[in-house]
Structure formats: C-alpha cells, structure tokens
C-alpha cells in the first residue's frame, strides 16, 4: 500500500501548529522538562503506543509495535528550550521569563508526535516497530548521556536511528543533507591561571594573569593552523576571560573559558593534548600557575552512507529530490551523536527559514522563530524515513 505522506502530513498542519504554539508558549529548560513531557506522554497514550516516563530524569519512550516482525527504527525529538528572553511579538511568544525556545525544539516535539499519529494510523502495516525517543536538556549536552544510562538503546535495540532539525540557515523546502559527519562533537574547557598581584604601576613585581591568559589565546590559534592535519575539521574558541577588579591593580588570578569543536577522534585527541601543553607551557614561561578542566558533552553526528542513501531515496520518491538538496554540514552540536554512534543512522536539516516573512534570525537569537510550513513537510519526510524500514518489502 502506497500511503501519501506529504498530504497526510498537510491535513494535519493545524494540529500541528497549534501544538507546537502551545509548547512554545510554556517553555521549559533541560530536565525541568516536566509540562512537555506530560504532553508528550497522553498523546502517545492515546495512540495507544506503550510508553515509558521518566528516562533520562524528564525523556518519554514509546513504542509503536507492528504486526509483524521486523526491524525497530528509533525516532528521537528533543523538548529543551534555552535560557534566552524572547523578543517576539507574536501571540505566541514566550510565557515565561528568561526562557525561550529558541532553537527549534518546539518544533521538533510536534512534527515526533505528527510522525507517531501518523504511523499508528497504519500500525496494521507496520513490520517491525517504531521507538519514539522524546529527549530532555540537549542544549546542555546530557539529555541523551542520561537516556542511554537509563537503558533507551536497549529493548529493543535499534536497528537504524533516524532524526531531523528545523535549520533557519536554508529556505522552507530545502534539505540539508550530507553522509559522513555532519555535526561537531563538543567539549567546553575551563582555565584557572594564578599569579601573583600588585600595583599595575610596577608591573616587573607582579607575575600578571591577564598577559598569561592573553598569550595562551594567542598559542591556541596554532594548534588548528599548524598541529591538526589541513584535511581535518577543528575548533577552539576562547569565549570568556576574567580578571581583576580595577585599572590599577594587577590581579592574582584569571579564569577563561572556551568551547572545542571536532569531528574525529584523532582530531580531538590531538587537540586535548596539545591544550594542555600550552597552557602548562604558556603559564610556566610566564611565571603562573594554571589548570584546566576539559569537558566533553557531545560525540559527532556521523550519518551512516548506506542509511542516507536509502533515507534520501524516499525524499525522492516524496517530491523533495536532490534539486532540493544542500550538502550542510557544521560546526554546531547536537548530542544525538550519543545515539548515532552506537546505532547507524541519519540526521538531516529541514530548511525553515523564511526572509519574506521576517522569519530568518539564526538559532539561539532571541528573534528566532521559523516557517510553520516546515512542520508537515518534516512530518512528512521522516514518516516517510520511517516507513522505508518497518513498511518496505
């Protein structure tokens, strides 16, 4: 049975949008996930899928069994929302202080919840089983650490992970799509340096933390230029550095902090060490004392060749073909890389952006706000992702 996805999908466009209004109304941060998650888990009761609460501290589970066997396709949607005040001006906007959803999740959690509706409604035709996977606090890289720990990659185990991000960086209508890595891991790192103070008017007897931290910035920018291969991919970023407490006094200590960005083992290898060899280095020559503290919050979003083909076959067979296409890939994270890494899989970008309607500003602006177009159209391809494995012959 051939089933129409992209016009069931499109029936359903004003449940859709009004469900994800509602969750963007009542935004909720990583693990305080509870509204969202409640939601998440009646609908699914009422679809009549077994479901499971509280893994991963504030993720839901669902299954939704076939008639017969088959493989099990995991489905993952993350709910978090940022620590950002929104300045829209919609009739939807942000209910609550100081938090918004501002990189699409929102969106996410009603197109997951779109694909389960869906689905069920032609379980009779299901070979194997969907496992929706609704997960909390990505944007603070644990929400699927804590999943996994508590046991989602097991019974069943997942054959093939699958999984889509609204992406304001492409129009509505095009895909970004890409085997191989396709999203950075992550790890932030922390640099406490220790010198000695004194008057800023007799700099030669103070040990100055400010000038330890300042060439350690500048010795980092070595390492991507000069220690990691021209054919790897890497990032270090000094984003915070703080010191002192006037224009005249030399401080005893600074502290910065920064965020790394790889795709590859060997690159992130390389980079750790050589971190650290230049901050002992850097602040040894200068006359301080530093510690690091590095921390690894996400693996690399690695799309799996032989998925990606066969996924990007039915966005053909959708009318969303390779004229729809982008190759996309970033330095961004996610931490379903945690997921991929273990299950072979792939994650694509569903273009949501719209410069006619204002609708453009990048993910974690307070602006942000996407295309609603965009929902049954990613209800549609990944219904359709979907039903290539627990559908087909």
Same mark, same amino acid.
């Given at each position: %049975? #051939? !089933?129409?996805?992209?016009?069931?999908?499109? $029936?359903?466009?004003?449940?859709? &949008?009004?469900?994800?209004?509602?969750?963007?109304?009542?935004?909720?941060?990583?693990?305080?996930?509870?509204?969202?998650?409640?939601?998440?888990?009646?609908?699914?009761?009422?679809?009549?899928?077994?479901?499971? !609460?509280?893994?991963? +501290?504030?993720?839901?589970?669902?299954?939704?069994?076939?008639?017969?066997?088959?493989?099990?396709?995991?489905?993952?949607?993350?709910?978090?929302? =940022?620590?950002?005040?929104?300045?829209?001006?919609?009739?939807?906007?942000?209910?609550?202080?100081? #938090?918004?959803?501002?990189?699409?999740?929102?969106?996410?959690?009603?197109?997951?919840?779109?694909?389960?509706?869906?689905?069920?409604?032609?379980?009779?035709?299901?070979?194997?089983?969907? #496992?929706?996977?609704?997960?909390?606090?990505?944007?603070?890289?644990?929400?699927?650490?804590?999943? $996994? #720990?508590?046991?989602?990659?097991?019974?069943? +185990?997942?054959?093939?992970?699958?999984?889509?991000?609204?992406?304001?960086?492409?129009?509505?209508?095009? =895909?970004?799509?890409?085997?191989?890595?396709?999203?950075?891991?992550?790890?932030?790192?922390?640099?406490?340096?220790?010198?000695?103070?004194?008057?800023?008017?007799?700099?030669?007897?103070?040990?100055?933390? &400010? &000038?330890?931290?300042?060439?350690?910035?500048?010795?980092?920018?070595?390492?991507?230029?000069?220690?990691?291969?021209?054919?790897?991919?890497?990032?270090?970023? &000094?984003?915070?550095?703080?010191? *002192?407490?006037?224009?005249?006094?030399?401080?005893?200590?600074? %502290?910065?902090?920064?965020?790394?960005?790889?795709?590859?083992?060997?690159?992130?290898?390389?980079?750790?060490?050589?971190?650290?060899?230049?901050?002992?280095?850097?602040?040894?020559?200068?006359?301080?004392? $530093?510690?690091?503290?590095?921390?690894?919050?996400?693996?690399?979003?690695?799309?799996?060749?032989?998925?990606?083909? +066969?996924?990007?076959?039915?966005?053909?067979? =959708?009318?969303?073909?390779?004229?729809?296409?982008?190759?996309?890939?970033?330095?961004?994270?996610?931490?379903?890389?945690?997921? %991929?890494?273990?299950?072979?899989?792939?994650?694509?970008?569903?273009?949501? *952006?719209?410069?006619?309607?204002?609708?453009?500003?990048?993910?974690?602006?307070?602006?942000?706000?996407?295309?609603?177009?965009?929902?049954?159209?990613?209800? $549609?391809?990944?219904?359709?992702?979907?039903?290539?494995?627990? %559908?087909?012959?």
């Amino acid at each position: %049975m #051939k !089933i129409d996805f992209l016009a069931q999908a499109n $029936a359903m466009r004003d449940e859709l &949008v009004a469900r994800r209004r509602d969750f963007h109304r009542h935004p909720e941060l990583g693990f305080e996930e509870v509204r969202t998650a409640g939601i998440v888990a009646e609908e699914l009761v009422k679809l009549g899928l077994e479901v499971q !609460i509280g893994v991963g +501290r504030t993720g839901v589970v669902a299954i939704l069994e076939g008639d017969s066997e088959g493989p099990t396709v995991l489905v993952r949607a993350d709910m978090d929302a =940022l620590p950002i005040q929104e300045t829209n001006k919609t009739d939807y906007v942000s209910e609550v202080a100081g #938090k918004m959803h501002a990189c699409g999740h929102d969106g996410h959690t009603a197109i997951a919840l779109g694909v389960a509706k869906l689905l069920s409604a032609h379980r009779n035709s299901l070979k194997g089983r969907v #496992k929706f996977v609704f997960q909390p606090a990505e944007e603070i890289g644990q929400g699927a650490k804590a999943m $996994a #720990k508590d046991g989602v990659l097991d019974n069943p +185990r997942p054959d093939v992970s699958l999984g889509l991000h609204l992406w304001n960086g492409l129009p509505v209508g095009k =895909l970004g799509v890409a085997d191989g890595y396709v999203m950075a891991g992550c790890a932030d790192f922390t640099i406490d340096i220790k010198g000695k103070g004194g008057h800023g008017a007799v700099p030669d007897l103070a040990n100055d933390p &400010v &000038v330890c931290a300042s060439h350690i910035t500048t010795a980092f920018q070595s390492i991507i230029s000069r220690n990691l291969s021209p054919l790897e991919t890497g990032v270090i970023s &000094v984003t915070q550095i703080h010191a *002192g407490t006037a224009s005249n006094i030399i401080p005893d200590t600074a %502290m910065m902090n920064g965020t790394i960005r790889f795709f590859s083992d060997e690159a992130k290898q390389l980079m750790d060490k050589r971190i650290r060899e230049v901050v002992t280095g850097v602040s040894t020559a200068l006359g301080c004392e $530093a510690t690091i503290t590095i921390r690894y919050l996400t693996e690399p979003v690695y799309n799996n060749p032989e998925v990606s083909e +066969r996924v990007k076959a039915t966005f053909t067979e =959708l009318g969303s073909g390779s004229d729809h296409w982008v190759y996309e890939r970033t330095m961004g994270a996610e931490d379903v890389g945690v997921f %991929m890494t273990d299950v072979p899989g792939m994650f694509f970008f569903v273009g949501s *952006g719209n410069e006619e309607k204002d609708l453009h500003y990048p993910h974690h602006h307070p602006r942000f706000d996407f295309d609603e177009d965009a929902l049954p159209l990613g209800v $549609a391809l990944l219904s359709a992702a979907v039903a290539e494995y627990v %559908m087909g012959d």
